[in-house]
Nanobody
Framework: QVRLVESGGGLVQVGGSLGLSCVDSGDTEKINAMGWYRQAAGKQRELVAVIPSGGKTIYGTPVAGRFIISGANAQHTVYLQMHNLKPDATAAYYC?????????????WGQGTRVTVSS
């Protein structure tokens, strides 16, 4: 089972930078994709960025050019560097992984880490 643990959230001023980390503390499974989603108050959860296995990194439209995702699915780690933060980046950020548990394709979510951008 994949168990994701996020860290690095906090309070930052507009225009500042912040980094998030996510590691898998569970049993070894083959991870197909790892990435980040976020959910602001009163809004739906949305894609921030994802690293698919063997594919090109995908960024959600609101963060392209300002956020950088990195990591290695094989090492079960993913990071998110956020630059030039704006107030609309205030949200709970969730790490996500798609993986195979045996022959079953399933997914796992972290508990979330809070990011607050103050103006």
């Amino acid at each position: 089972q994949v168990r994701l643990v996020e860290s690095g959230g906090g309070l930052v001023q507009v225009g500042g930078s912040l980094g998030l980390s996510c590691v898998d503390s569970g049993d070894t499974e083959k991870i197909n994709a790892m990435g980040w989603y976020r959910q602001a108050a009163g809004k739906q959860r949305e894609l921030v960025a994802v690293i698919p296995s063997g594919g090109k990194t995908i960024y959600g439209t609101p963060v392209a050019g300002r956020f950088i995702i990195s990591g290695a699915n094989a090492q079960h780690t993913v990071y998110l560097q956020m630059h030039n933060l704006k107030p609309d980046a205030t949200a709970a950020y969730y790490c996500h992984a798609d993986y195979h548990a045996g022959l079953v394709l399933t997914d796992s979510w972290g508990q979330g880490t809070r990011v607050t951008v103050s103006s």
